[in-house]
């Protein structure tokens, strides 16, 4: 069966920065076996030698290092249509130059999801095509119950491909393989060893002229409702009978069932001027396109707990910031001490496992004999450094969504469990009930 790309939004950031770079990837790596029609949707008067030439420039400067004729054969395969993604007669008109069956990539801010899939519905599409949405999945839980719904009366749910690229980072898919083909980890995953787990998600940048989405959106529903919940759920899930794209989902849905935050745990933070790094930033608040009315924060933390066998009693740590002096990505199980302590004179301090995001790679600190006296303990750090994924985790899930594989995607039960998590950390922020607290560019956050 022909496959057909479009591309809603396609003279968008996302699509010259991520999505035709990662085409132009897995045609270097031999990864397709013909070529793919790709149809951009956009707002911009061009035609398609118009948009060929805006492409070329995109994949230049993001994608240079790749051999030119990877490049131009993403190129060659651009068609550009000018239109509204919200008017049904312009998605028509769209929709009717692709051959193929079209797989619908809506690479726009979430605000406009649901006049487009609404649009989309009304132009009906063929049996076997397929819609990918970008997250956030909508900006509250009614509203990702509606985008369900409206999801549904377009494909069949095994045709929603919820992108969510932390799910395609390697040190993710570590995790996978580290509980369930090692028997040394699993039989210590739970609460009666595991004292607390720590995901983490520091930025040393700052805004990056993202204001046009981040301050409607901030910290919170940016990372915390969507990406570090999926790193919980992929932690902190059941053993699956198989990694088959239903089995993930309904044992990642199960874990998202059972957690419930801790909303007087939560902080929000918004950064003041700073430096970092030489870099001076000014304040949050000053910068180009935001509203500091809005008071949005840049910098969340929550704790939730999960109330089931495994984990009952362990405190999950969920932690974002933007313009922090230092960058931490990791995921961090923290184990409690040993029951008995042999060393009379030494309190051995536990055992801690991080998964490290970014670079991609593993530590276990652990307590060893001394070089010394064999009876004095040392903190040894066991390290390995993943060495990098063959195809980026845009690249991935590209192949994935091309080929109609959904293991990589969100469900719509972890789309509306996202929500329903956050939504009194919300409610609590917008009551004002947790202060929002400042804190300079270059520190560690708020106190």
Do not use: C
């Not at 009614?142 to 045709?159: F, K, M, S, Y």
């Not at 998600?201 to 700052?206: I, R, S």
């Not at 192949?399 to 996202?418: H, W, Y």
Request: no cysteine; charged share 25%; hydrophobic share 40%.
């Amino acid at each position: 069966m022909k496959r057909s790309f479009v591309v809603l939004g396609g003279s968008g950031d996302l699509t010259g920065r991520l999505l035709l770079p990662s085409l132009a990837q897995l045609y270097e790596r031999g990864v397709l076996d013909g070529d793919v029609e790709v149809l951009a949707v956009s707002q911009q008067d061009w035609d398609d030698e118009a948009y060929r030439d805006w492409a070329r420039a995109r994949l230049t400067a993001h994608a240079g290092d790749l051999p030119e004729d990877a490049r131009e054969r993403v190129v060659a395969q651009l068609g550009h249509e000018h239109g509204d993604v919200t008017s049904p007669d312009d998605l028509r008109r769209a929709l009717a130059r692709v051959d193929g069956v079209p797989v619908v990539y809506l690479a726009l801010p979430n605000t406009v999801f649901l006049p487009t899939l609404t649009a989309l519905r009304e132009v009906g599409l063929p049996e076997g095509a397929r819609v990918v949405v970008e997250k956030p999945f909508g900006t509250g839980i009614a509203d990702a119950r509606e985008l369900n719904e409206v999801l549904h009366g377009l494909v069949p749910e095994e045709g929603v491909f919820r992108i969510d690229h932390f799910l395609a980072k390697q040190t993710v898919l570590n995790v996978l393989g580290l509980r369930f083909a090692n028997r040394v980890f699993e039989p210590v995953w739970n609460a009666q060893h595991v004292d607390a787990v720590d995901i983490v998600f520091d930025e040393d940048l700052g805004l990056e002229g993202r204001a046009g989405y981040y301050d409607k959106a901030g910290a919170l529903r940016d990372m915390l409702q969507n990406h570090l919940l999926q790193l919980l759920a992929v932690v902190a899930m059941e053993p699956p009978q198989s990694l088959d794209a239903a089995t993930l989902q309904a044992r990642k849905s199960d874990v998202l069932r059972a957690v419930q935050p801790v909303v007087a745990q939560s902080v929000r933070g918004r950064y003041t001027a700073g430096t970092i790094e030489g870099r001076e930033l000014p304040d949050y608040a000053s910068e180009d396109g935001v509203d500091p009315a809005r008071m949005t924060e840049t910098f969340a933390e929550f704790t939730v707990t999960i109330e089931n066998w495994r984990w009952s009693g362990v405190p999950f740590r969920l932690r974002t910031g933007k313009a922090l002096g230092t960058r931490r990505k990791e995921i961090v199980v923290r184990f409690k001490p040993v029951p008995h302590l042999a060393f009379a004179d030494e309190q051995p301090e536990p055992d801690v496992l991080r998964l490290q995001l970014s670079p991609d790679g593993i530590a276990l600190e652990v307590n060893l004999n001394g070089a010394g006296d064999p009876f004095d303990l040392e903190r040894e750090v066991l390290q390995t450094t993943s060495p990098p994924q063959d195809l980026p985790a845009y690249g991935l899930l590209l192949r994935e969504m091309l080929s109609g594989d959904p293991t990589l995607s969100i469900s719509d039960v972890e789309a509306e469990q996202g929500w329903r998590i956050v939504q009194p950390v919300l409610d609590a922020w917008a009551a004002d009930e947790i202060p929002l607290q400042d804190y300079p560019a270059g520190s560690d956050g708020p106190a």
